[in-house]
């Protein structure tokens, strides 16, 4: 395939121009047509398609990919037909994947031209989103014929003298069955957009344990007439949490499902308060530890008025309950805001040494009874280690972490202290502020809350006591075993029980219990900072 001489711009838009020198008559563009598998026209802006979600649509009729009926015609400068184009175009879309593509002149993920047309090749693309182009690409690839048993990008020879022989050596080879070693012409089409729907906050969280856009650049549905109203709960050091509300039956605004989203803006989104409207989202989806999250976000917020807008919609946090501590209950709340009422801070906390003893079966002449911290580091051990309300402290080697790869002792101490649902390990406590909240008997049970974020909070004036309210965001890390932490927002986030206050410190969860116990925040309050002139939330946690 020859390169080919571009015209003049001018000579595009005017009826007659004069061009000096040869006018290459090769091709000069593709011209990618689409329409709807079924041969239907492609929808409008106004009523775009479903998103698949590479499978995880919460609509099984969305979930399949979806299918595109292409034709191509190379052209000449002209706009007349190349009949002398006769190679391979490789087919991609943006954005989103090719599935595959199939038809009398399909190989792989390229179509072949005869004569500078191909016709009626399906083309199935999943993970679109928003204004999706095909485009098709001329590589250079020429795909071997089905007899031809020595491909020229593997034949052994140098076909074009340039002194580089087959695939991968040679550049111009773009596959081992490519059969010419020749670069392409670069050649280009692409088609008019095919309208899909934006993803909402649900949508990038995945409906599940994983975004299905992990890797890539997302634009994320904010608009209300398209169903979203995505408000900030929450202003961190380190970006800003939306969810995603909708209105139940008695008209109130709730959380959606998966609709919490942690962006991640590298510092504290200058402008945005808590309470605000995000107008318009677009990042990149990442997991962090199991964490998901939008990095690198570029986003607009309408700040909210209570004048104007009413007021403040920061919904009521879901309740975590004891028994919900569980992934499948807890991961449509991930980046939510949570909260969780008459639990009690863990009733072991300190600088001091765990005492090492012997692990003893409960039972002996049980076979199946395991030691639930037998096996650590590749290495079996009957160690167990007993703590006591001032020795948490497994950092046996003073270095200010525990290490879970190399140092048997410190990992197999650790699994012990999650292992007593009162316990918090105190290099836990140390370097986040973080402690354990317990819910009920077993280890299961319990969850992590960090208040670093509240001066003069302290844990360890607590341990044992019933807090009769904590909430914040819900954060998600895969390693370990608490893998579920609340971080509170500020000091409006925990209600202490009053001193003296014997009712409240013994409360139980239950229906007796709440007259008991202080009112919890009020959500349109807590938290909620005034805009300043600077405005520069230089005290977010």
């Known amino acids: 395939m020859r390169a080919r001489a571009l015209l003049p711009l001018a000579c595009l838009s005017l009826a007659a121009c004069v061009v000096r020198g040869d006018v290459d008559k090769g091709t000069y563009r593709v011209e990618v047509s689409l329409t709807m598998a079924d041969g239907s026209p492609l929808p409008e802006e106004t009523s775009p398609l479903c998103l698949d979600l590479r499978g995880a649509s919460p609509d099984p009729a969305c979930r399949a990919p979806r299918a595109f009926k292409m034709d191509l015609v190379a052209r000449d400068a002209a706009g007349q037909v190349d009949t002398t184009f006769n190679g391979a175009l490789r087919v991609t879309v943006r954005p989103g994947t090719v599935i595959r593509v199939t038809g009398d002149a399909a190989s792989g993920r390229n ?20 204004p999706t182009r095909i485009g098709v690409e001329d590589v250079g690839f020429v795909p071997e014929d089905a007899t031809d048993a020595e491909p020229g990008c593997a034949n052994g020879r140098d076909d074009d003298g340039d002194g580089l022989v087959d695939y991968p050596a040679d550049p111009g080879c773009a596959y081992a069955n490519d059969d010419t070693e020749t670069v392409g ?14 993803p909402s906050a649900p949508d990038v969280q995945g409906w599940g344990t994983a975004t299905p856009f992990a890797g890539e650049s997302v634009v994320v549905e904010t608009r209300p007439e398209r169903g ?55 990042g990149t989806m990442s997991e962090f530890f199991g964490y998901t999250e939008l990095s690198f976000p570029s986003y607009s917020v309408h700040p909210w008025d209570t004048s104007v807008d009413g007021p403040c919609q920061v919904p009521e946090p879901h309740v975590i309950g004891n028994g919900d501590v569980k992934d499948a209950l807890l991961e449509p709340f991930e980046a939510g805001f949570v909260r969780v009422s008459g639990a009690h801070v863990g009733g072991k906390l300190g600088s001091g040494m765990p005492v090492e003893t012997r692990w003893q079966p409960v039972d002996p002449t049980d076979p199946k009874e395991q030691n639930p911290c037998g096996r650590i580091a590749n290495t079996t051990t009957d160690v167990k280690y007993a703590f006591s309300a001032d020795a948490t402290n497994c950092d046996f080697d003073g270095s200010g972490s525990i290490d879970f790869t190399k140092d048997v002792a410190e990992a197999t101490c650790s699994c012990w202290c999650y292992q007593d649902p009162e316990c918090t390990q105190y290099d836990t406590f140390r370097a986040r502020g973080a402690f354990r909240l317990v819910l009920g008997p077993s280890p299961a049970d319990t969850l992590q809350v960090n208040a670093g974020a509240v001066t003069g909070f302290s844990p360890l004036a607590l341990r044992g006591k019933t807090l009769p309210h904590v909430q914040g965001t819900l954060a998600n890390f895969s390693g370990g075993n608490l893998n579920w932490t609340i971080e509170v927002r500020c000091g409006d986030d925990i209600v202490e029980c009053a001193a003296g206050d014997d009712a409240c410190l013994s409360c139980v969860p239950g229906a007796a219990c709440q007259a008991a116990m202080p009112k919890p925040p009020d959500t349109q309050t807590a938290c909620v900072k005034l805009r300043t002139a600077s405005d520069d939330d230089s005290d977010s946690n």
Do not use: H
């Open 228 to 282: 979203a109203n995505l408000i900030v709960t929450r202003i961190a050091s380190g970006g800003m949490f939306a969810s995603d509300l909708q209105k139940d039956a008695s008209g109130a605004w709730v959380p959606k499902p998966y609709g919490g989203l942690y962006v991640f803006n590298f510092s504290v989104p200058p402008g945005v308060r808590v309470c605000d409207r995000v107008t318009y989202l677009s």
């Open 111 to 130: 179509v072949r031209l005869t004569n500078g047309v191909a016709t009626g090749q399906l083309v199935e693309v999943s993970g679109t989103f928003g």
């Open 185 to 198: 012409t670069g050649v280009v089409g692409v088609s008019a957009p095919i309208w899909f729907a934006y």
